[in-house]
Nanobody
Framework: QVQLTESGGGLVQPGGSLTLSCVAS????????MHWYRQAPGKERELVAL???????YLADSVKGRFTLSRDNAKNTVYLQMNRLKFEDTAVYYC?????????WGQGTQVTVSS
């Protein structure tokens, strides 16, 4: 089964930047849509960004203009570049790969925005 490994979370000040990485164990981008979700304490899981097999990208309104999703096919890696971070961006961020046959999740990485 496909496995996803995330990294890049940490503590950052408001207005700062972080880049999250999600490495897949095999080349899957032709068969799966790749997602970034986040879940803050006491809140439901929220879709942040999505990239289709075609390369089309969706960003949630709450992060549009600040976050960018990208993909490196040769490295089997997707990235979430987060800029101008706000307190409300604090959450556990999860990478997800999904198609009609499977839904695979990374372990999650904590992003904390604090002064």
């Amino acid at each position: 089964q496909v496995q996803l490994t995330e990294s890049g979370g940490g503590l950052v000040q408001p207005g700062g930047s972080l880049t999250l990485s999600c490495v897949a164990s095999e080349n899957i981008f032709r068969l799966f849509y790749m997602h970034w979700y986040r879940q803050a304490p006491g809140k439901e899981r929220e879709l942040v960004a999505l990239i289709r097999s075609s390369g089309d990208i969706y960003l949630a309104d709450s992060v549009k203009g600040r976050f960018t999703l990208s993909r490196d096919n040769a490295k089997n890696t997707v990235y979430l570049q987060m800029n101008r971070l706000k307190f409300e961006d604090t959450a556990v961020y999860y990478c997800n790969a999904q198609n009609s046959e499977a839904s695979v999740w990374g372990q999650g990485t904590q992003v904390t925005v604090s002064s």
